[in-house]
């Protein structure tokens, strides 16, 4: 998960959205689909996949999907 | 994850691509059975967005589960978990999601929208936070005693509340004790004093399983022993989510064998392999002393998985073997092996021969009188069970891989064999199909079935259920499928009401003959109606099928109901995925349909100015005591 766009397409997968990377700035209630519930997934899958912890708390305070990339490339 | 997993999860990934998974249902719950993990959870979710109706429209046969989820703390997550374990099961879930927090109402208030749905499953999740929440700080471990008082004093009471006036089940469960707890305390007294508060605590909402005959209580301390995370702390006080993923995935494991319960389809035989299975090395060419079993590393794990399968069998589950090796080499081995814990008389059926498994799982099937998608198979060989896989795709198969040590763990994974209760007929089931084939030899003898009928003496008792039967005729109703003119199941506390109704003639069927007892065998749930008597449900077990058992009670039945001046019985049939065979069982004995047929449901009705002569081959008690 070294690029935003396969970060988008493993958020794609993991909750069957279908986001684009145009999708990645845009507000997490704004995406067709979204609900508050898949940032809890998100925490699982993401520290499932980078091996680091996540800080829960800004991620369930971020904005958009480019913010929650930040959180999980850079701790 | 295996090859095969993977490969589940891509043809599950297609399916949902593709827009198929409703069409498709039942086999993506076969690819779901695959998985676990990361795949598990994601196919859970990809499920949970499938509307209910739609999968039941597609799928009109498979059982709908109405599922209320309240309790303590964020649970949604738990409702894509429970849709992977039900669609796994060929179960259709219907989620009733509730506010957050709100249980104590949601479970009290006959109109709240979670009563309101009717749930045949209510699961009330608890966590510590119960009780912990309630506790004042600083604390001593007497004050989380005083606040458990009076938090569990609360669900005993909405549990005894839901047992008087509820429908459906009541899931409850033990709460783990987080390490957070007792390690705020500084001094080991005091650790073991909470330690002490704490398992009283669970103790008392284990009890209620006794007390309450609608309530289940999930013990989730073993596995939580077994190494499953029980909550993760930024997830708890961030998101109020105290249970973690993990935690509530294994919840639902165990809600789905419930589920699978209640429906009827709780599995009843265990098949099983022998080489590399029950005992290590290759019967045909290491011989009886030869083989592993008992003695030496490999031979101690064979030995303590023949424990662990023989301590299935002494509670109602049907062992049979189906194996690939000579019969007669299998018959010493199952006899003469000093070392077993399994011996022949453990099996309600040994098949021994080279014939492809499934071949013989079919005609083990049809030997005992059971579909084959009551059966679990196990077996070392992957390519026998994805064999098996294939041709029976409603068998459950354990995949037994490497270290022996291991089986028993294998097996016991999922509770294939979960019920409510073990009855006494559980325990004497192996010995009555153990009977039933000795029956079968002894029909080799007699030139006609009535001959053979006369000679196996077949004695029936018909009497009202009593409040001690009560508990046998709900696992008849939920074990029997094919001679189950409803297909309706009843509850322990169903069968209670009925019995304790005084316009209700709820009636057990016991029945044996020369060969042995049977125990209960049928029962017949009827009702006055004013000068009518309704016949709302009749069931049989498979064991005494074609015997005249059925005739013979219903004929009693029309002669009560005449003798006692009913002027007509009726007779309901409703079609289910299992029970055509007895969709003529009414007009076969002299009913006539009553109306139009409304969809899947027939009502016959006997006007009782002619009724047949009593099958002459069956000698009869009655609750009158008459002789029939």
Not at chain 2, 67 to 76: P, Q, S, Y
Not at chain 2, 484 to 505: F, I, K, P, S, Y
Request: charged share 25%.
């Amino acid at each position: 998960m070294n690029t935003i766009e396969e970060f988008i397409a493993l958020v794609s997968d993991e909750l069957s959205l279908p986001l684009t990377v145009a999708d990645a700035g845009r507000e997490l209630d704004d995406i067709p689909g979204w609900d508050s519930l898949h940032l809890l997934w998100l925490v699982t899958v993401l520290e499932a996949r980078t091996g680091r912890n996540i800080s829960v708390i800004d991620l369930l305070d971020a904005p958009d999907l480019r913010s929650i990339y930040r959180l999980a490339t850079t701790g | 994850m295996d090859v095969s997993a993977q490969d589940a999860a891509a043809r599950l990934r297609e399916l949902a691509e593709s827009g198929r998974l409703i069409a498709e249902y039942p086999r993506a719950g076969g690819l779901v059975d695959r998985l676990a993990g990361p795949e598990l959870d994601r196919a859970g979710r990809l499920l949970a967005r499938l509307d209910p109706g739609e999968i039941t429209r597609a799928h009109p046969a498979l059982p709908a589960v109405t599922v209320g989820v309240t309790g303590h703390g964020t649970l949604a997550p738990l409702i894509p978990a429970l849709a992977a374990q039900f669609a796994r099961h060929g179960l259709v879930p219907r989620p009733v999601p509730t506010d957050f927090g709100n249980y104590v109402f949601d479970l009290l208030d006959p109109g709240s929208e979670l009563r309101r749905a009717h749930p045949d499953l209510i699961l009330c999740v608890l966590d510590a936070g119960v009780v912990f929440d309630e506790v004042p700080v600083p604390w001593r471990p007497g004050d989380v005693r005083r606040a458990a008082d009076e938090r569990i004093g609360v669900i005993e009471r909405l549990a005894a509340r839901f047992d008087e006036t509820g429908a459906g089940t009541l899931v409850l469960n033990t709460m783990p004790l987080p390490r957070r707890y007792i390690a705020q305390l500084v001094d080991h007294r005091s650790r073991a004093e909470l330690g002490v508060v704490w398992r009283d605590v669970n103790t008392r909402l284990l009890r209620l399983a006794e007390t309450c005959a609608s309530v289940v209580v999930l013990d989730l301390d073993p596995i939580a022993a077994e190494g499953v995370r029980v909550t993760d702390d930024r997830l708890s006080v961030h998101a109020k989510m105290h249970l973690t993923g993990e935690m509530l995935t294994a919840y639902a494991t165990e809600v789905g064998h419930l589920a699978r319960q209640i429906t009827g389809r709780a599995k009843k035989c265990l098949v099983l392999d022998l080489d590399g299975t029950l005992w290590g090395g290759v019967l045909g060419d290491d011989g009886v002393e030869g083989i592993e079993v008992g003695d030496g590393r490999r031979g101690e794990a064979f030995l303590g998985f023949q424990r662990v399968v023989k301590q299935l069998g002494d509670q109602g589950v049907l062992l049979a073997v189906v194996s690939k090796n000579e019969a007669a080499l299998v018959d010493r081995a199952l006899r003469e092996h000093p070392r077993m814990a399994l011996g022949e008389q453990d099996f309600v059926q040994v098949i021994a021969n080279w014939q492809p498994k499934h071949d013989n799982i079919a005609r083990l099937a049809e030997n005992l009188g059971l579909a084959a998608d009551s059966f679990v198979f196990a077996d070392d060989s992957a390519f026998e069970r994805e064999l098996v896989r294939r041709e029976h795709p409603g068998v459950a198969v354990v995949d037994l891989d490497g270290d022996p040590a291991l089986h028993a763990r294998s097996l016991l994974r999922d509770g294939w064999f979960d019920v409510r209760e073990v009855t006494a007929d559980d325990r004497a089931r192996t010995r009555r199909y153990r009977d039933e084939a000795a029956r079968m030899s002894f029909l080799d003898g007699f030139a006609s079935t009535q001959d053979y009928l006369r000679e196996l003496d077949i004695h029936v008792r018909i009497e009202p259920v009593t409040e001690a039967g009560a508990a046998r005729v709900s696992q008849l109703t939920l074990r029997t499928n094919q001679f189950n003119l409803t297909g309706r199941r009843l509850q322990t506390r169903d069968v209670l009401e009925l019995v304790r109704d005084v316009t209700a003639l709820p009636l057990a069927v016991h029945a044996g003959d020369r060969f042995g007892d049977h125990g209960l065998v049928g029962a017949v749930l009827a009702r006055r109606d004013g000068d009518l008597l309704r016949i709302d449900n009749f069931l049989l077990s498979c064991r005494v099928f074609s015997r005249s058992i059925e005739e013979s009670c219903l004929n009693w039945l029309l002669r009560h109901a005449r003798d006692t001046g009913a002027a007509a019985v009726l007779g309901t049939y409703r079609a289910t995925a299992k029970n055509k065979r007895v969709a003529d069982f009414y007009p076969r004995n002299g009913f006539v349909p009553a109306g139009p047929p409304g969809g899947d449901t027939v009502t016959f009705r006997h006007g009782l100015t002619r009724i047949a002569p009593p099958p002459a081959h069956i000698r009869l008690q009655t609750p009158e005591g008459e002789p029939a």
